[in-house]
């Protein structure tokens, strides 16, 4: 007979098992709760980042609303769903300044610079627009359905809002705190005045954007800007009140038409601009016209004008100051002169100014190219293509 083996346990070795088994336990689900905080933790962190995005993405929308209602022009109107009955209202928010009369964009909705506490906000309301003593406020022209939120109640239209705390969409003079700072030579207290070279008066936009926990802040600074398409196609230079310290003046039925637009920088040197009649036409069947569509005046106006011109205006720099004269015969200026107008290395002609015969030339001027003379205009003259002077 074979005799069978048993085997025989250690003793204590069940125990030793047991305590490996939870040590293990233990560990595993100290390893699953630590991946699910830190997976938390990321989908925190993820949501955050998108909520600041956000927030920022509506306060910088809040400043494009504001630079696009500032850029507006009395008279454009706008209507909000489930806003004022749904009755339209005045949209624009552009200021009132010193040589911009009202039909340039001037509005009750506005702020003044004879204020400087003046403010205006754009806010999310069921209700029309209203007016303040110190604070106006409209509503935002987004739909109703998809508003942002960088706008929220008017608050007290009777009090100044400051721009270093208001979380709505505001807009208020850009005011100087001593009178050394850029733009600032007017001391503490003044609406400062940007760019140095053609000062206007700054403002600034604040615009507070909101998603979830998050909040962003935006304050920029706007000035007018010089239109792109350049001064014009008829300028006229002198910045003073009354003929001949510039301006446009015309007497009985006369007529002209440019093609292309014409500035007129007449009032600038007033106190406001518009107290200078800056360009008036004559009799009733005389006009300005502009084939461009744009007339604009520093000064005001009296006359006809089509379209209607654009006043209260920045001025604008000789378009052709950093040129020399043309070249003319006995004629030797301080500064030099050249007639490679089109820079392609060869001299152009320009076209003579005393001829009194041909009315395809600038009329009578009675007198040589030598030196250039004031011509006096009588009947039609047609200028044809080509460099005058």
């Not at 939870?22 to 997976?39: G, K």
């Not at 003079?173 to 400062?192: E, K, Q």
């Not at 036409?281 to 089509?306: H, K, L």
């Amino acid at each position: 007979m074979k005799r069978l083996r048993t085997s025989q346990t250690v003793p204590g070795q069940g125990g030793f098992i047991l305590a490996t088994v939870l040590v293990f336990l233990v560990v595993l689900s100290l390893t699953a709760f630590l991946a699910a905080r830190l997976t938390r933790t990321d989908v925190q962190v993820v949501n955050n980042l998108q909520n600041e995005k956000e927030a920022f993405a509506i306060a910088e929308a809040g400043i494009h609303e504001a630079l696009y209602r500032l850029s507006l022009a009395i008279g454009e109107q706008a209507t909000v769903s489930g806003v004022n009955g749904g009755a339209a209202f005045n949209a624009s928010l552009s200021p009132l300044v010193p040589g911009r009369s009202v039909p340039a964009g001037a509005t009750s909705y506005g702020i003044d610079s004879s204020s400087p506490t003046k403010a205006a906000q754009v806010v999310l309301t069921a209700s029309g627009p209203a007016t303040g003593t110190n604070l106006n406020w409209v509503p935002s022209l987004q739909p109703a359905s998809t508003r942002l939120l960088y706008s929220t109640t008017a608050g007290d239209a009777d009090s100044p809002v400051s721009l270093d705390s208001t979380a709505n969409l505001t807009i208020g003079w850009d005011l100087c705190t001593n009178g050394v700072d850029p733009g600032c030579s007017g001391g503490a207290g003044t609406i400062r005045r940007l760019p140095l070279s053609q000062p206007r008066y700054a403002l600034k936009v604040v615009s507070t954007g909101q998603s979830g926990d998050a909040r962003r802040r935006i304050v920029a600074t706007a000035v007018d800007c010089t239109p792109i398409s350049g001064p014009g196609s008829v300028v006229t230079l002198g910045q003073g009140c009354g003929y001949p310290n510039g301006g446009i003046y015309m007497n009985g039925n006369t007529s002209v038409t440019a093609v292309g637009s014409v500035f007129d920088n007449a009032g600038a040197l007033s106190n406001p601009p518009s107290s200078c009649t800056a360009a008036q036409t004559g009799g009733a069947q005389s006009n300005i016209t502009s084939t461009s569509g744009d007339i604009s005046i520093v000064g005001s106006v009296s006359g006809n004008f089509d379209p209607e011109a654009r006043t209260g205006v920045n001025p604008t720099a000789d378009p052709f100051g950093g040129l020399l004269p043309p070249c003319f015969t006995n004629y030797s200026p301080a500064g030099g002169c050249n007639n490679d107008f089109d820079g392609d290395g060869s001299a152009d002609t320009p076209i003579p100014q005393n001829n009194s015969t041909n009315p395809s030339l600038p009329g009578s001027c009675n007198g040589t190219e030598a030196i250039p003379k004031t011509c006096t205009v009588n009947g039609t003259v047609t200028l044809q293509p080509g460099i005058y002077y």
